[in-house]
């Protein structure tokens, strides 16, 4: 029997102003399976600088800060071009022009799927240094997804 090549999925939340989302988000990557969380921008950390832990974050993970692998990186630029040197593909989940429906995706190899702010999303200078864009089809009066259950559906959807 040939041997099984395990892909990874890694999780970017650039400039996530909630640590309840950021929680929620570490409890969904750790139950789908995702390989490592990166903390760009201002996202909040399970632990600050300062060696403070979030009680918003520890609260809404139940525990999954300590199952997940993370990492803060402040320029998320900098993380995707070592990442792409990775041969990781990064998806940005995003409301764009060039954005496809993310049930047509079939990602290739090792991803990184990208989440932006609540509010204004993923900026412009990020989203041109994917390699994909994908979004997640509203069919109700609401324009978008909460993105900790935006993430819920990706991950997933991926998994």
């Known amino acids: 029997m040939p ?3 395990s892909m990874n ?3 970017i939340l650039h400039n996530i102003r909630s640590a309840h989302n950021v929680g929620s988000i570490f409890r969904t ?3 789908s399976g995702v390989s490592k969380i990166y903390l760009t921008g201002y996202t909040p950390a399970p632990v600050d600088r300062f060696g403070r832990e979030s009680k918003e974050i520890l609260k809404t993970s139940l525990g999954a800060t300590k199952t997940v692998s993370y990492e803060v990186v402040n320029d998320a630029i900098s993380l995707i071009k070592q990442l792409r040197q990775e041969e990781v593909s990064i998806i940005a989940v995003e409301q764009t022009s060039k954005a496809t429906n993310y049930e047509t995706l ?3 190899g ?6 932006g702010n609540e509010i204004t999303g993923i900026e412009e200078d990020v989203l ?8 997640i089809p509203m069919r109700g009066t609401k324009e978008s997804l909460n993105v900790s259950v935006c993430a819920g559906v990706i991950l997933f959807h991926f998994a």
């Open 3 to 5: 041997d099984i090549i």
């Open 110 to 115: 090792n991803k990184a799927f990208i989440f």
């Open 106 to 108: 079939i990602p290739q």
């Open 9 to 11: 999925t890694y999780v």
């Open 128 to 135: 041109e240094c994917c390699d994909q864009h994908i979004s």
């Open 29 to 31: 990557c750790d139950g």
